[in-house]
Each structure stands twice: as structure tokens, then as C-alpha cells.
């Protein structure tokens, strides 16, 4: 789009990884909307034109501060949601944490495309979760991640779904279209192209 190497310039920060899942495990999401918020103020002074962030599981706190935020922000679910309806899909199946799982960050973005969606199981949300935490996260993709994902998606495909939302920056490292039941909407490489698209001005 913009050249051999060249792409728009970018600022990132993030405050430490453990003072979000300290929040989310006490199920503080008005810390968690601060902490974003933090984010947003620092990047502002930056220079950042608009806003985004990977992490699907704390789109949950970004309602509670969107009207505060210095900048405005580009919305993971949204963007997969406009994917999936530009694709023609009817059904997704929800993959992620169990705390984006059990919220409506999707489901509320969904449904306003008339797109309807399958959530794991518990014993689901609770596998995916701790595969999620204990292994991806840290850096580790064992054969039982990969077998884990592809059992809810067996399932999901079977409750009528045509694709699932790889709802985690983490899920696409161990699955994709290449080795999924289903195919896979991933949600971080979808909202890095919106965000190309948005900061070139050509969508």
C-alpha cells in the first residue's frame, strides 16, 4: 500500500501484563478501564491520531471510559464483525478467555449485524482459558492447545456455526485456517488492517 517497508507510524504502550489480570481476576473492570485510559492519555501527547488494542478480553472496560478518552478508538469486535458479515457468515462460535467469552463484547456487535454466535461450554471456557494463561501466554504451544481448540470447534461446527472469532491475541499461534474445523476469523491481523486502512485513509 504505502511501499517496499514503509508503513504509518506507530506508538504503543501498555502498562505491565499482570496489573490487568490482577484487575480482571477480582473482576475490577473499572480498573481495568482506567488502566486503558492511562493508556490512551499517554499515547494522546504522543502525537496518536486514533486508538486500538489487541486484547479482546478488555474491550469489556472500554465502554465504561470511550466518552473520556482523548481519542477515539477502533473497535476489535466491530472490525471482525464487519468481516464477518462482508463474508456472509451467519453463526460464529466464540473462542477466547472466559472472561470475553462470558461478555457481551461480541454478542452486542453481533447482533447489530444480525449475526448470530455460539459461547463455549463451562468446561469449555474453563480448558480455553487456562491453555490460554498457562501455556500461549507465556510463550509455550503444546500439542494439547491445538487439539484443545480444535474439540470446541468440532463442536461448535456441529451447533451450526459457519466460522469461529479466534478471540485472543494468543489463539492464532497454534490455530488457523490452515488447521481449523471451521474457518477462522482472527481478530488481531483483522484489526491491524483496519487500522492500515484507517491511517492511510483508504477505508
Given at each position: 500500500m504505502l511501499g517496499e517497508h514503509a508503513h504509518p507510524e506507530i506508538s504503543m504502550h501498555t502498562p505491565s501484563f499482570a496489573e490487568y489480570c490482577e484487575r480482571m481476576e477480582r473482576d475490577d473492570w473499572n480498573g481495568v478501564a482506567e488502566l486503558m485510559l492511562d493508556s490512551a492519555r499517554k499515547l494522546a501527547k504522543a502525537g496518536a491520531d486514533f486508538l486500538i488494542c489487541p486484547d479482546n478480553t478488555i474491550h469489556q472496560a472500554l465502554p465504561i471510559i470511550a466518552e473520556r478518552s482523548p481519542l477515539p478508538w477502533l473497535h476489535i469486535a466491530?472490525?471482525?464483525?464487519?468481516?464477518?458479515?462482508?463474508?456472509g457468515y451467519r453463526r460464529l462460535g466464540l473462542l477466547g478467555t472466559r472472561w470475553l467469552v462470558e461478555s457481551d463484547v461480541y454478542p452486542r456487535s453481533l447482533e447489530r449485524r444480525g449475526i448470530e454466535f455460539e459461547r463455549p461450554t463451562a468446561t469449555e471456557r474453563d480448558e480455553m482459558n487456562d491453555v490460554?494463561?498457562?501455556?500461549?501466554?507465556?510463550?509455550?504451544?503444546?500439542?494439547?492447545?491445538?487439539?484443545?481448540?480444535?474439540?470446541?470447534?468440532?463442536?461448535m461446527k456441529d451447533a451450526g456455526c459457519d466460522a469461529v472469532v479466534l478471540g485472543c491475541t494468543e489463539i492464532p499461534l497454534v490455530v488457523g485456517d490452515a488447521n481449523s474445523p471451521l474457518p477462522a476469523l482472527d481478530s488481531t491481523r483483522l484489526l491491524a488492517r483496519a487500522a492500515l486502512r484507517r491511517a492511510t485513509g483508504s477505508g
Open positions: 466491530e472490525v471482525v464483525a464487519d468481516e464477518a458479515g462482508a463474508r490460554i494463561m498457562d501455556e500461549l501466554v507465556c510463550g509455550r504451544t503444546p500439542p494439547e492447545a491445538l487439539r484443545c481448540f480444535r474439540r470446541v470447534i468440532e463442536r
